[in-house]
């Protein structure tokens, strides 16, 4: 790691919300923050409204007008990743804290993470726990282990030391300021967009901070409420999660890798067969009446691999014949 750790004492956070056509959404997350117990001189709040074409931006200039350490600016081009990076141009503080829009904190979130970085200057980037808050239930035909599809996390009650995958959600992330001038920003070629589901973002760049050798921190006392949205609760948009997540991996590879057609083909050619293999479990599992879970699980499968075959053929059209 090229950057070297600034003096624990003293340090300020900037809490960021990105948002996209979520103004109801956006103001209960915003609300959460403008109620932090952190002086206003070690804290100050920014709304990045990502291209939306609801109030959001009316929104966010009533909040700014009643609080002084509340600042909003546009990034018209639509991507979590942009609005992330344009942050991180406007921020202020020291450190920059995520907050997704549909989330909540409690009064001691900034204040809990900024002293995990006081505490202890190798630590470039910290997550805590991700609650579930569900509309109706959660609902009877989700596996338990799919509940990461809606940013999930929950490492117990002591803290610990990120050591590889999971690695904190940008739900509920913060790093320091100097991680970005050390390892890169958010690969815009990762994150989701409009519609897309598209991730690995957080993981890719947290990936990169591990690599260097630095610490990241999980901190159980820094809690956030979590709404997952209705139109998440059905089948159909686990599933296109899932098909988006197959792609997000092979984009992460390709980004990395050199690989040439050859290997993307091998591969897109394996995980189809997978899909496949998935989808046909996953009809038996039906016919026999088998609990709706287990199906889920297997058209989860199937979907992940229908997705990392069908980014692995792009992938291959992409590449230059040689």
Same mark, same amino acid.
């Given at each position: @790691?090229?950057?070297?750790?600034?003096?624990? *004492?003293?340090?300020?956070?900037?809490?960021?919300?990105?948002?996209?056509?979520?103004?109801?959404? !956006?103001?209960? &997350?915003?609300?959460?923050?403008? !109620?932090?117990d952190?002086?206003? $001189?070690?804290?100050d709040?920014?709304?990045?409204?990502? /291209?939306?074409?609801?109030?959001?931006?009316? @929104?966010?200039q009533?909040?700014a /007008?009643?609080?002084?350490?509340?600042?909003?600016?546009?990034?018209p081009?639509a /991507?979590?990743s942009?609005?992330?990076?344009?942050?991180?141009?406007?921020?202020?503080?020291?450190?920059? &804290?995520?907050? $997704?829009? #549909?989330?909540?904190a409690? =009064?001691?979130? !900034?204040?809990?993470?900024?002293?995990?970085?006081?505490?202890?200057?190798?630590?470039?980037?910290?997550? *805590?726990?991700?609650?579930?808050?569900w509309?109706? /239930?959660?609902?009877?035909?989700?596996?338990?282990?799919?509940?990461? @599809?809606?940013?999930?996390?929950?490492?117990?009650?002591?803290?610990?030391?990120?050591?590889?995958? =999971?690695?904190?959600?940008?739900?509920? @992330?913060?790093?320091?300021? #100097?991680?970005?001038?050390?390892? *890169?920003?958010?690969?815009?070629?990762?994150?989701?967009?409009?519609?897309?589901?598209?991730?690995?973002?957080?993981?890719?760049?947290?990936?990169?901070?591990?690599?260097?050798? &630095?610490?990241?921190?999980?901190?159980?006392?820094? =809690?956030?409420?979590?709404?997952?949205?209705?139109?998440?609760?059905?089948? %159909?948009?686990?599933?296109?999660?899932?098909?988006?997540?197959?792609r997000?991996?092979?984009?992460?590879?390709?980004? %990395?890798?050199?690989?040439?057609?050859?290997?993307?083909?091998?591969? *897109?050619?394996?995980?189809?067969? %997978?899909?496949?293999?998935?989808?046909?479990?996953?009809?038996?599992?039906?016919?026999?009446?088998? =609990?709706?879970? $287990?199906?889920?699980?297997?058209?989860?499968?199937?979907?992940?691999?229908?997705?990392?075959?069908?980014?692995?053929?792009?992938?291959?059209?992409?590449?230059?014949?040689?």
């Amino acid at each position: @790691m090229s950057t070297q750790p600034t003096d624990g *004492g003293g340090l300020t956070v900037t809490a960021v919300i990105c948002t996209r056509n979520r103004a109801d959404w !956006a103001r209960r &997350a915003l609300e959460s923050l403008v !109620a932090q117990d952190l002086d206003h $001189d070690r804290f100050d709040v920014l709304v990045v409204d990502n /291209g939306s074409t609801d109030d959001t931006a009316a @929104m966010a200039q009533a909040v700014a /007008g009643l609080h002084a350490n509340v600042r909003w600016c546009s990034e018209p081009e639509a /991507g979590l990743s942009r609005a992330r990076n344009r942050a991180i141009d406007e921020a202020r503080g020291d450190i920059l &804290a995520f907050l $997704d829009d #549909d989330a909540v904190a409690y =009064p001691s979130w !900034a204040r809990l993470h900024l002293e995990a970085f006081e505490t202890d200057t190798t630590v470039l980037a910290t997550g *805590g726990p991700i609650i579930l808050e569900w509309p109706d /239930g959660r609902p009877s035909w989700l596996p338990e282990e799919h509940d990461s @599809m809606y940013a999930a996390l929950d490492l117990g009650s002591e803290p610990q030391t990120f050591a590889g995958p =999971p690695f904190p959600f940008g739900a509920n @992330m913060a790093i320091r300021r #100097d991680a970005f001038d050390a390892v *890169g920003r958010f690969s815009v070629d990762l994150g989701r967009r409009d519609t897309n589901l598209v991730s690995g973002e957080e993981r890719d760049l947290l990936e990169r901070v591990h690599t260097a050798g &630095a610490r990241i921190i999980y901190i159980p006392l820094v =809690p956030v409420i979590h709404h997952v949205l209705p139109d998440r609760t059905r089948w %159909r948009w686990l599933l296109r999660r899932f098909f988006d997540q197959g792609r997000s991996k092979v984009l992460i590879d390709d980004v %990395r890798s050199r690989h040439g057609r050859p290997y993307w083909l091998r591969r *897109g050619g394996l995980q189809l067969a %997978r899909s496949v293999g998935w989808a046909g479990q996953a009809i038996g599992r039906a016919i026999v009446l088998r =609990p709706w879970v $287990d199906v889920i699980r297997a058209l989860t499968a199937a979907a992940k691999a229908a997705g990392t075959a069908w980014e692995c053929l792009w992938v291959t059209a992409r590449r230059p014949t040689r």
